[in-house]
């Protein structure tokens, strides 16, 4: 089932993402330039095994963020702060654990068809990503 993740996904609605953003302590300018880009955003996840590959494509450049399944790593947000992130596969879910300075936000992957459903919490802060496949 880890399969239907695999791909390139293109962004293409977003919701209440710009207050998760602010929840995390992330800058203003940055919140700002990431909201005017929303339709340029594709992401491609691929793996091997439990080794997890994203890559970002976003306003802040491509980013690849490598994960083993289970292994707290050391990576960055979008915008390079720190943080330490932990990948799970829990059945049809894709759950990735992400800890930086003073924030935690926890990332809820479902593919339903072709569309990829991101949900992110950040304590009271519930934000939306919808993802079409792409190829």
């Not at 996904?9 to 940055?30: R, V, Y």
């Not at 702060?81 to 003073?102: K, Q």
Request: hydrophobic letters at 40%; glycine letters at 6%; charged letters at 25%.
């Amino acid at each position: 089932m880890a399969d239907k993740f695999d791909g390139k996904w293109q962004l293409h609605a977003s919701e209440n993402f710009e207050a998760l953003m602010a929840k995390t302590g992330c800058p203003d300018e940055s919140i700002r330039t990431a909201m005017k880009a929303v339709k340029d955003t594709t992401l491609e996840i691929f793996h091997e095994g439990d080794k997890w590959t994203f890559l970002n494509h976003t306003v802040f450049g491509a980013r690849p963020a490598v994960f083993q399944i289970g292994v707290p790593t050391p990576t960055t947000t979008l915008d390079k702060r720190p943080l330490t992130a932990t990948l799970t596969l829990e059945g049809d879910t894709l759950i990735r654990h992400a800890t930086g300075d003073g924030f935690s936000v926890k990332h809820i992957r479902n593919v339903v068809n072709d569309e990829m459903i991101l949900i992110l919490i950040c304590e009271d802060v519930v934000a939306y990503r919808r993802y079409h496949r792409v190829d």
